[in-house]
């Protein structure tokens, strides 16, 4: 009975010490996911959030040599304008949901160190002989004439 | 037409394993055989039913019905033949009819094989069973039907999602499903063997193969997973410890447990309730982890009211929990401990932490799916505790049992001396011992990575020196060398299968330690002729940009760049990552390039670009020993194949 009782409390320790460890790594790695009209109100530098809203059309700044990304986020009450360093990611647009992870910079933007962009799942039939925007990309590329003047999107 | 076959055949099927489910009561309950002859008929009739379901989508898919809605969204007129048939699982309906199919497969599986060799559970197995195949035809019915219609038609479908046109996409949902459906026969087994009260390890020695051939296939839906991820997603990684990855690694964690504790059960005949309680759990968490992934509960709590979906799967959930507990608690008294523990030092007290570490990760990957979801629900605030959370709490878990498995399946039942630990022991601790310093001396500074590499190889150790011993063994009783080999290979299957998964694992965790310590990442824009270097472990590599090209695909059209990888040797090689266009995406998705190696893989991704084809971002990863994780699930694979064959030992 003994050796029982001696295998409860080894057990009980074990799970106390699995217990504190899930603990303690949630507080150490918990992360606040907010929005642009949120973080505004009380901003914290250097904490890290999650910060999630649209990207306003008309924003989005790249430049590829410096590879530094800018845009602005806005849930439609606030706006936060996002720094980051690296190319834009798949799925990551003008006008589309984006979450990113970072910080608050005491400068007044918010420093992204990752972007989430956000998957579309809506069905969207496609125009009944509608030239799909990539396609003046493509003959772009290979030096074809261009069937019209409009910048290619 | 097709939807209304469809939709009939559907509902015609749920009625049927309804029925089939209480027939096959009624039968064992009143004696009479006929009714159990109507559940079986049942049930190869909720089978046909489920393959014409599927015959038709596949029919729809093929011949481009849009009037189907599933079709329509998954699928459009450019997308190649071979995604049209992987269509039917690229969303939720079409792998709820998938899931649905499998399980019949498997119910039909259950009555060819134990309607005569076990006649007392088989009723009640086929029973829980049908009763399982009515849910989720329920679910085709109600909240997710498959052959919903679309109108007015429209002239093309969306098409599939971009990311699924991939090989990965062929297998990976089938090896997961035929996990996760596989592990209903031995919870069958175990729900029948209550409800008969013959809770002793006959159920457990019925479904050993089965919770094997379940195991495996979702740890090779899980391999593959990664795999994918990897060479699709193109952000260089494997695990991202997403919800959806953990809906499927939690069943893992458990059934793995349940594999380990029920050889203790066999042994010495304790833990009956325990072993009970793990395979409830395991087949719980298959249902949870559709649940999770399939509500949309994981973007937001409030997306969850927004389909039915969730509340059906959480309402069956529930059910079936509280069914099977309260039969345990039924059957406690049948449940005792005809063995007892005698000391710390045992090869049962080895088990038993493996078993409460494997738990305590199921919990903490349960915790950090939920907690996101409990804190908006309770508190209002949305939180994530991403994979900082899961790796801080489970490195030291998994470690923990590493080291486990080289103990368990060497120390002595019962109670261990001093003299059968050295003689066990004393040579692979002092390999991994040895293993840590030499890494150390080459400069491998990460105390996680020394320590893991220092239990891998004392690991190792202990199955070489196991292995040997009995080859020996073998060779002085007179056999030859393929004999002592080979032969004790098939003679004791299910021990040396073990032992082959767990040098897969080994193999896997090299992998992972290798992979998640060192990463080299550079993101840099190049114009066309100009390269950029990064150092990898020996060896400088040197990548230039060539030039773009575009070309026009069936469903997409696709700009590639070409790149010249050269390594310290000068050998050269061309790369040519690109950028994918989907007409129903607004944005490009990318296509990863890589060179694959024994140590290191290079992994070029193509970001933006300038539209004269005069300049590329890019980003470059040196990713080391990934390749080790697709070797250790192949070793895994020959392990689980063996331990699966038959077993010699006992006579048939």
């Given amino acids: 009975m003994t050796t029982q009782r001696k295998f409860v409390a080894g057990g009980l320790v074990i799970v106390a010490a699995l217990g504190y460890l899930i603990w303690s790594g949630v507080t150490q790695s918990v992360v606040y996911f907010v929005t642009p009209s949120e973080l505004l109100a009380a901003p914290v530098a250097n904490k890290t959030y999650r910060l999630g809203g649209m990207v ?40 589309r949901g984006a979450v990113v992870e970072g910080s608050w910079a005491r400068e007044g933007y918010f420093q992204a160190s990752l972007i989430l962009a956000k998957h579309s799942e809506e069905y969207k039939a496609p125009h009944d002989g509608a030239d799909p925007g990539y396609k003046e990309l493509l003959r772009t590329l290979r030096r074809e004439p261009r069937t019209d003047e409009k910048p290619p999107r | 037409m097709i939807p209304e076959l469809g939709y009939a055949a559907t509902v015609v099927g749920f009625v049927l394993a309804l029925y089939g489910a209480i027939a096959a009561v009624i039968g064992v309950r009143t004696g009479q055989a006929n009714w159990l002859r109507t559940g079986e ?18 029919y729809a898919f093929l011949t481009f019905d849009f009037s189907v809605r599933y079709v329509a969204v998954n699928t459009n007129r450019g997308t190649p033949f071979y995604y049209r048939i992987t269509a039917l699982w690229g969303a939720l309906e079409g792998s709820i009819v998938l899931w649905a199919w499998m399980l019949s497969v498997y119910t039909l599986i259950v009555v060819v094989r134990y309607r005569r060799r076990q006649p007392e559970l088989y009723p009640w197995v086929l029973s829980v069973m049908l009763g399982i195949l009515a849910f989720f035809l329920l679910v085709m019915s109600i909240p997710a039907p498959p052959f919903e219609r679309l109108s007015p038609i429209p002239p093309d479908g969306r098409g599939l999602n971009p990311l699924l046109e991939d090989s990965g996409m062929i297998t990976h949902p089938v090896a997961l499903y035929l996990g996760f459906t596989g592990f209903s026969v031995p919870f069958a087994f175990a729900m029948a063997a209550l409800l008969v009260g013959r809770t002793g390890d006959e159920w457990i020695t019925i479904t050993r193969r089965w919770t094997i051939v379940a195991w495996y296939f979702l740890s090779l839906g899980l391999l593959i997973g990664g795999w994918w991820s990897y060479h699709v997603l193109g952000w260089g990684g494997y695990w991202a410890w997403d919800p959806v990855e953990n809906a499927a690694f939690m069943p893992w964690l458990t059934g793995t447990a349940f594999l380990h504790s029920v050889m203790i059960q066999e042994r010495r005949r304790m833990l009956k309730l325990w072993n009970l309680t793990l395979i409830i759990l395991t087949f719980g968490l298959t249902l949870f982890g559709t649940f999770l992934t399939r509500s949309g509960i994981i973007g937001s709590v409030h997306s969850f009211t927004q389909g039915s979906i969730g509340v059906f799967f959480l309402a069956f959930l529930a059910l079936a929990l509280l069914g099977a507990f309260s039969l345990l608690a ?3 008294d049948g449940l005792r401990a005809q063995g007892e523990l005698d000391s710390a030092v045992s090869r049962e007290s080895v088990f038993l932490l493996n078993n409460l570490f494997l738990i305590a990760a199921t919990f903490t990957v349960f915790f950090g799916t939920v907690f996101p979801l409990l804190s908006e629900a309770v508190r209002g605030v949305k939180v994530s505790v991403g994979a900082p959370f899961f790796n801080l709490v489970n490195i030291p878990i998994f470690l923990a049992l ?6 368990g399946p060497l120390i002595a039942w019962r109670r261990a001396s001093a003299e059968n630990l050295k003689r066990n022991f004393l040579k692979p601790v002092l390999a991994g011992i040895v293993a840590a310093a030499v890494l150390r001396l080459f400069g491998v500074g990460n105390v996680l990575v020394l320590t893991a590499m220092a239990l891998v ?6 199955i070489a020196l196991d292995y040997g011993r009995a080859v020996r063994a073998r060779r002085r009783s007179g056999d030859g060398w393929g004999a002592a080999t080979w032969g004790l290979l098939l003679r004791q299957n299910r021990r040396y299968g073990g032992f082959i998964v767990h040098l897969g694992i080994l193999v896997v965790a090299l992998g992972v330690a290798g992979s998640q310590a060192w990463q080299i990442q550079t993101e840099v824009t190049l114009d066309k002729g100009q390269s950029v270097e990064v150092d990898g472990y020996r060896t400088r590599y040197r990548v230039r940009f060539d030039g773009l090209s575009a070309s026009e695909e069936s469903n997409h059209g696709k700009v590639t760049g070409t790149f010249t990888l050269t390594d310290g040797r000068g050998k050269e090689e061309v790369l040519s990552p690109g950028r994918k266009f989907y007409p129903q995406e607004q944005t490009p998705i990318a296509a990863v390039d890589y060179r694959l190696g024994i140590f290191e893989d290079v992994y070029l991704v193509l970001g933006d670009f300038a539209r004269d084809g005069s300049q590329a971002t890019i980003k470059l990863q040196v990713n080391r020993m990934v390749s080790w994780l697709w070797i250790g699930g192949l070793v895994l694979t020959l392990g689980a194949a063996l331990a699966i064959l038959p077993d010699h030992r006992k006579p048939a």
């Fill in chain 1, 56 to 95: 306003l059309p008309g924003s989005l700044k790249w430049e590829p040599k410096t590879l530094s990304l800018a845009f602005t986020l806005s849930d439609g009450k606030g706006q936060v304008s996002v720094r980051h360093r690296g190319a834009p990611p798949d799925l990551f647009a003008e006008g």
């Fill in chain 2, 41 to 58: 008929r049942a049930a190869i009739g909720v089978w046909l039913l489920i393959t014409a379901c599927i015959a038709l989508m596949l």
């Fill in chain 2, 330 to 332: 039924w059957r406690t």
């Fill in chain 2, 402 to 407: 590493l080291f486990l498995m080289g103990v």
């Fill in chain 2, 457 to 462: 190889v004392f690991v190792a150790g202990t």
